[in-house]
């Protein structure tokens, strides 16, 4: 392949990519997080996406109706070759990467580890992309994380993989601030379009070997885990603070509720009240102006609120339709 360095001169700008042989990009990925690094190696001139691997289609809603992954969408939306294989073991696994001549491969939250032998099948390996500042928060659910623990920075690390956990030497790494208003769901949007930006460029200058893998300390790694629904459910006697913070950075799943009369309550939206003072944990008190209930420190006024079964409201409209009693409590 024959390399370009802008240093060489503007006017060689306009023909770069006559120059430049194509990279045959192997993609590897699932959930929307991963949509818009697809879209911008697909838009690259000198990368041709040989391949786009993603999970299988699976049951999902009321109905059970099985439900495509938005890589699959996306990829199937740009023209592009699109495999679902249930696992990437196994010698046929092999010889279907090796029959698209890859020459790097591309990881955005795919959903499954990658094992050595297919780590070792492509000339410069497999990049892949994680919304942390690693080796901080390796592991599934690392945007959670920051946003539970309160963080004021995260960013995207892309690295050189591995068969370990998110732990194989950082290619390049990003940062981002984490602002007050940030769920979970807005700040996975606004790191998967900064992967999106940074990407194209990383896969060409690693291909072209200006880019050098730097070894993760792995004194400093900290690890996090998938989450369930249960991890939504609210702990009344915990700080409003932490509360808060659950809030946000479980949207848009499992989403922070509680229950009330044996029905589930989502908390979409609330905020610290600190000019109240604070109710007996998980009790209701109704004000002129919110719906303040207790935690173990402040009272936190809830918002928006979105009953089983119903749409979202705001919380002193859903005080009112659901006809409780002065000093009703959220079931223990």
């Known amino acids: 392949m024959v390399g370009f360095d802008a240093r060489d001169g503007d006017e060689r700008i306009g023909v770069l990519y006559d120059m430049v042989e194509s990279i045959r990009v192997l993609f590897l990925g699932t959930p929307d997080f991963a949509v818009p690094s697809l879209h911008a190696l697909a838009a690259q001139p000198d990368m041709e996406i040989v391949l786009v691997v993603t999970q299988p289609d ?19 939306e740009l023209g592009l070759p699109v495999w679902q294989p249930t696992t990437l073991r196994g010698a046929d696994v092999e010889e279907r990467i ?16 990658l094992p050595r032998r297919v780590l070792e099948l492509l000339p410069y390996g497999f990049l892949n992309v994680h919304p942390s500042l690693l080796p901080r928060y390796r592991g599934a659910s690392p945007i959670q994380t920051a946003l539970l623990n309160g963080d004021e920075i995260t960013g995207v690390t892309i690295i050189l993989l591995t068969p370990e956990l998110d732990a194989g030497p950082i290619v390049r790494q990003v940062t981002a601030p984490i602002v007050p208003e940030d769920t979970g769901q807005t700040l996975s949007a606004r790191l998967a379009a900064l992967a999106a930006e940074i990407l194209p460029e990383t896969v060409r200058e690693w291909v072209r070997g200006r880019l050098t893998a730097v070894p993760q300390d792995e ?15 609210i702990n009344w006697a915990l700080p409003a603070e932490q509360i808060e913070r659950a809030i946000r950075a479980l949207q ?14 989502i908390v979409l939206r609330a905020h610290l009240a600190h000019h109240r003072e604070s109710p007996t944990p998980g009790c209701l008190v109704p004000t002129s102006t919110e719906l303040l209930v207790g935690t173990g420190s402040c009272a936190l006024a809830l918002d928006i609120v979105q009953p089983e079964g119903k749409r979202s409201m705001g919380g002193l409209d859903w005080w009112r339709g659901a006809r409780l009693a002065p000093g009703s409590c959220f079931d223990a």
């Open 58 to 76: 699976r049951p999902a809603g009321r109905g059970r109706a099985l439900q495509s992954p938005p890589i699959k969408i996306a990829a199937l």
């Open 98 to 113: 090796r029959l698209v001549t890859p020459t790097v491969g591309v990881v955005v939250a795919y959903g499954e580890l």
């Open 219 to 233: 004194q400093q790694a900290t690890y996090t885990r998938p989450l369930n629904k249960e991890d939504g459910r």
């Open 252 to 265: 848009p799943w499992p989403c922070a509720w509680t229950m009330i009369r044996g029905r589930r309550l």
